[in-house]
């Protein structure tokens, strides 16, 4: 047993998750999972397919994006989640997929509204979507700047990332995170849930309104509030 | 075997069946079984994934929303079912799910026009979708209060919950019932088809005509009316 | 081996495979497979779910609807099928579904229009939707009607039953034939995907043109004319 | 062993991939793989369902469209196959299929456009649709033309075969190729979740704009580039 075998474990599950969930076509996704004591995260190795992963080929990176272990490139979006990492000092897992529904609102460039429970139960707020970055940025080192828009745009927003754990970047593509990879899985197949939703409820009623506050309130802190009573204590 | 070991095994069979309709994301839906004559429910435990469900693990909970046997925490949603248990006299199963194409339509606030005769086969109103409630109801004992808007809106709309056995609240999601609880999964399953396919119909013609009288009576009395020959009898 | 047990094993087969295809909910479709020396046809009993389904519960019926064979009742939708058997005197199988694109067309009361190869290859026509019938025919023998609105529809269009093999009851949802029931289930799901695509098509090109009349008689010919070469010999 | 096993089984399990990757109804499609120093190529048998397939049944053909070896007739597209191995000389697969994006995209005679990095990720280009052949070329060598349609539809576009490995034939559905039969699979596969996002972003956004040029260049490059950092070296 390696001393990092137990985030590889973490990260193949969590990446093996995908293609279940049907979140993925061919490699179009990739999850890490973060030990931050050691400073090193576990993430899908780039470009190989689901069914041929094994704990084993999971790569361990830095919070820089460097290789501390493993004999295959990372993904290619690794500094992404390195950044995340560096910045947000309380996630463990960090999630990326092209999953249809959410895919289309990212290249929709358009915030996914609240329009009801299922979204409320999750967070309070319309699903931001982050604006393709500037030419230069996108010359320039891509990955990491895409982690900064990320950040940028959800403190631009005053969102907070503990509580709304999803984003779309503009033109590309959902991200997620959490406290594990576990949770930044289940983050983007919810996401893709409420995607499908919202685009059937603006197919079915064009001026259907926004979730009221009252309600957005009360579904969000029976599941996440000081007083919650949704799951098991 | 336990005194309720009846109503348990009734009401995980139910649960069960939710993924495998594809109602469910995760544990997003919840089925109950009553058994009138203990005053008795067995209701799925909140937050636990279906893959882990036993029967043992269903809650017993009385008609006042009291645990009566089991160590798990019930459905969040269990004073929605208690509630429509206590009121109506005649229903045995009771179920909630956040489906795609039915929780679209509660988050539009319309209700589903009846277009065809898939409708017609079980019931012959358009579906009613129930306002949602007001601030002070949410703020207050909102499951319980979840229960009467359903109970009030079929009552406004002078409708039988015997004969429409289905219902959106809007905003929120679908809750259907029946005299048992593979009954009221399997109302679920049909209005999520129905759902489907009236977004369609109305994609395909936004000048859709609802279905004729004469036909909403044939095809519902051809399965329920005293005559019916749909079936075995 | 009783004496209808070859038709009682092809309506078997070709019943299994609707919920294979994707084509019903439930117990929501049917099939048949005549004996026409025999002057009988086998067709699933009603209301019985698919996996309790056997050859030998397919119900024996004759032309006029009588039951010749069995204890169960046969489906409600028998009679339809009694009328398309006696009077076009070259099909060996009926089927009929509720399966969702096509029952949204028929729901909308439109034609489907021929809008690319993948139609071509089967028709030369849009999908006929049938008109809802009068009410004195609906409160009539409204089974038996069902099938001289569809005979009544394709011979007020000049269109021939062995070319064209399917169609659409308005409000009410699809069927199709063919000389056998494995063919009739395969003009069923045939007609499910080209009215996906139909939609579809629409949806992203609201002119879209119909298919060019060189194309329609191309694909046709190629696959059903004198000098087809689709398919072995 | 014969000669051509090895292209009789490329072509077999590129053939076998498309029930699995959901691109095709029935016998709806068809894939083959290139000996480019032997001259001929393995495709699939025409009509043949695909769970009746063997690597022994798929015929061997040459670039004129001669039966070189087997005792089945090809598939009725296969001098399209031959037409393009033919005119393009670094390409070893070619698939065919009528996947229900796709060939709505077709149906509709639009491009798609380009709106994010999935599409971006595979070229840089809006996937070109090529028009409806004259009709005097439809009743003529129809597959035959239907090879040059595709091949004349890129090069008045300027594209590059080796660059854009996938169009849209107009009215009738997609063509892909590759170095391999694999290859070209894969690239029906991408083609597919590309079409079916480009409409959903429409439906979102009808403004939505196309994805800009630094991004266009980015991600085709971080793939196909001289410097590509996607997948393992």
Redesign the interface.
């Known amino acids: 047993m390696g001393k990092y075998s137990h985030i590889q474990q973490e990260a193949y599950e969590a990446n093996m998750q995908l293609p279940v969930l049907g979140l993925v076509?061919?490699t179009?996704g990739n999850v890490s999972a973060l030990d931050r004591s050691l400073g090193v995260f576990a993430i899908k190795?780039?470009?190989?397919p689901y069914n041929e992963l094994t704990p084993g080929k999971m790569v361990i990176v830095d919070l820089d994006s460097k290789v501390v272990e493993g004999t295959?490139?990372p993904s290619?979006d690794t500094k992404t989640h390195a950044v995340l990492y560096k910045e947000w000092d309380s996630i463990g897992g960090v999630c990326h997929t092209?999953s249809?529904?959410a895919?289309?609102?990212?290249?929709?460039?358009?915030d996914i509204p609240i329009?009801?429970?299922?979204h409320a139960?999750h967070n309070t707020v319309d699903i931001p979507c982050a604006p393709?970055m500037d030419?230069e940025m996108?010359?320039g080192n891509?990955e990491h700047e895409t982690g900064y828009q990320i950040i940028n745009c959800l403190n631009h927003k005053k969102m907070d990332y503990k509580e709304v754990e999803m984003i779309l970047v503009g033109?590309?593509?959902p991200f997620t995170w959490g406290k594990t990879a576990a949770k930044a899985v289940?983050n983007s197949?919810?996401l893709e849930?409420i995607a499908?939703?919202?685009?059937?409820?603006?197919?079915?009623?064009p001026g259907?309104?926004r979730?009221?506050d009252?309600?957005i309130k009360?579904h969000f802190e029976?599941k996440h509030g000081p007083d919650s009573?949704?799951?098991?204590?």
Do not use: C, E
């Not at 895919?103 to 358009?110: F, P």
């Not at 009573?229 to 204590?233: H, I, R």
């Open positions: 076509l061919y179009f190795p780039s470009g190989v295959l490139r290619s092209h249809t529904y895919t289309a609102w990212a290249q929709s460039q358009l329009f009801g429970t299922t139960d393709p030419d996108i010359k891509y033109n590309h593509a289940y197949a919810v849930s499908q939703m919202a685009l059937l409820t603006q197919q079915i009623n259907a309104p979730l009221k009252s309600l009360k029976r009573y949704y799951g098991q204590s």
